[in-house]
């Protein structure tokens, strides 16, 4: 009799034992889903979906469990990784960072790809990696992308679509005991309930995530960090901005995932300092600084197109042209703050060459006519980053933003073009230990007029224009970056041997 029970017993405590001293009610319940009966719960009542409240609850749960995996080390990983067996893989492709990444270290001989997600993650045009490559300009944005059908896509690049069926399917009651079996059928190895939950309300991304298991090691960065709480391998962040200074702190499911990716995270590579936002997550041990790595150092001849632009912007080399090149957003880049800074300038030959795209441009042009400075002012097509990079070659001054802290690739690129940049000051955006860039930082119109005025010589626009690119050359583009960064990584690798 004994034997009788214990045999009807076994898989139920099997199934709660795990979580018991977790004290989680909703997943020993989801965990007993698994193997009881399906009418057991007839008596009660009916499978239902988890409400909105309860899927917060277990996101918050989730993300305040501390820093440990919830499932083993796939037996792959057992193979000691180096640099040269190693294969990464990288998603959230923001602003290209991860696609110049991929490229870069693709040139020192490593196996690393891209992998995109067409349908929502990286659909934003500077997003895609064809825009990094191509020469082309847009009337605007939605006719930019136009341009992907020319783009010899390489074989470092591998696409993925939302599955917005497999989402539809997912919705039932009860479906995350599907997604345990589903999980461990394609990973070998179980997700915890709790993860399970959430994972089914993200199971149509489930084409991007199974590919986690492709690789030793995965990068993300952006939308695609609160998909990390799904990957069983060991894993990297590398934010970007909105990502670590927003995203962990919001009060909803994105939030609690961002937050729980971090905290599982097996290291974070910073560009930038972020301080605040690591100390407020106690995350400042896992942090390794390093720049974002940036694959391409063009040629800088001054060719027929770069003539053209210059030409198109003024008649002589006399003319001061003062490049913006962020996209017309106030809130972020703060565009006004420096129109209002030309208007006072008042130099006689000076031109503002803005770009016309962003959701402030009706505000920027209505702003430029109450300032009087139409006459002034030329508007520049949306521009892919090689033609950028040509616009910045031509400029004589390059302003970026003037809002956020830190830095990113336009102000890199623009420095290796060997042109002075105006831009809020730099001193968090860069790694401890490295030299700052030589930036002129301005928070503010007036000190953003005190440095056009300056650079009205041309003697002090050609010295800093060299510092400025050699700079670039030493801290950015360099083969021992791309080094440090491979090492950091088979590094962190290791630990799960």
Not at 418 to 442: F, W
Request: with cysteine; glycine share 6%.
């Amino acid at each position: 009799m004994p034997n009788k029970i214990w045999a009807f017993a076994k898989p139920y405590i099997k199934a709660v034992l795990p979580l018991g001293l977790r004290r989680r009610p909703r997943a020993m319940l989801a965990a007993l889903n698994g193997v009881l009966p399906a009418n057991i719960w007839s008596k009660w009542a009916m499978p239902r979906p988890f409400s909105e409240v309860e899927l917060l609850s277990l996101a918050r749960a989730v993300s305040a469990s501390g820093p440990h995996r919830v499932w083993s080390t796939l037996a792959h990983e057992k193979v000691r990784k180096t640099a040269e067996n190693i294969k990464m893989g990288f998603y959230g492709n923001m602003a290209n960072n991860h696609y110049c990444a991929v490229k870069a270290l693709r040139k020192m001989g490593c196996d690393a790809e891209l992998v995109l997600e067409d349908a929502i993650l990286d659909t934003y045009l500077m997003n895609r990696p064809f825009w990094q490559d191509l020469d082309v300009e847009a009337p605007a944005v939605e006719d930019a992308y136009a341009f992907e059908k020319d783009w010899p896509q390489p074989a470092c690049v591998r696409r993925t679509q939302y599955d917005y069926e497999l989402a539809e399917r997912f919705e039932a009651p009860a479906a995350h005991i599907r997604v345990r079996n589903i999980y461990k059928e394609h990973f070998g190895q179980d997700i915890a309930p709790d993860s399970a939950v959430l994972l089914a309300r993200h199971m149509g991304y489930w084409p991007y995530i199974k590919t986690f298991r492709r690789y030793d090691i995965c990068f993300f960065s952006s939308a695609a960090i609160p998909l990390a709480v799904f990957c069983p391998i060991p894993f990297i962040i590398i934010p970007t901005g909105g990502d670590i200074n927003l995203m962990p702190f919001w009060e909803n499911l994105q939030g609690f995932l961002t937050k729980a990716a971090y905290i599982r995270a097996d290291g974070i590579f910073s560009h930038d300092c972020y301080a605040d936002a690591l100390r407020r997550m106690a995350l400042t041990h896992k942090t390794t600084a390093i720049p974002i790595i940036n694959a391409y150092s063009p040629p800088l001849e001054n060719g027929e197109r770069i003539r053209e632009i210059r030409s198109s912007w003024a008649a002589d080399r006399d003319t001061l042209c003062i490049l913006g090149v962020s996209r017309q957003n106030w809130e972020w880049k703060g565009n006004d703050v420096l129109l209002r800074a030309f208007a006072k300038f008042g130099y006689p030959k000076a031109k503002l060459i803005l770009m016309h795209w962003g959701q402030d441009l009706e505000k920027t042009k209505e702003t430029i006519a109450k300032l009087g400075l139409t006459a002034k002012i030329i508007w520049e097509p949306v521009s892919s980053r090689p033609r950028l990079f040509q616009k910045m070659i031509a400029a004589d001054v390059v302003c970026d933003q003037f809002v956020m802290g830190g830095f990113g690739t336009s102000i890199v690129e623009s420095l290796l073009a060997g042109t002075p940049v105006i831009s809020r000051d730099p001193s968090n955006g860069h790694p401890p230990g490295q030299s700052p860039p030589p930036i002129l930082p301005a928070d503010d119109e007036e000190a953003i007029l005190q440095h056009l005025r300056a650079l009205t010589d041309f003697s002090v626009r050609e010295e800093l224009g060299r510092r400025c690119r050699e700079w670039a050359l030493r801290e950015r583009y360099s083969d021992e970056l791309v080094r440090d960064f491979v090492q950091h990584t088979v590094t962190i690798a290791g630990r799960h041997i």
